[in-house]
């Protein structure tokens, strides 16, 4: 193998890696918009539940 092939290889790998850890990042950061989204709903419900009594 050539050094070009083998760096080629590298790079091919190291993207593979890269982007694999963006997907996760991605994937935590929907899960925590999720609750953010779930809380403040858990939130109104309580003050509506409050301000009735």
């Known amino acids: 193998m050539s ?10 790998a190291l993207s593979v890696v890269a982007f694999g850890g963006c997907a996760n990042t991605i994937r935590g950061a929907g899960k925590d918009t999720a609750n953010v989204v779930d809380a403040t709903q858990s939130a109104g419900h309580n003050v509506g539940t409050a301000a009735r009594r």
């Not at 050094?3 to 091919?12: E, M, N």
């Open 3 to 12: 050094v070009k092939s083998i760096l080629s290889i590298g790079v091919i």
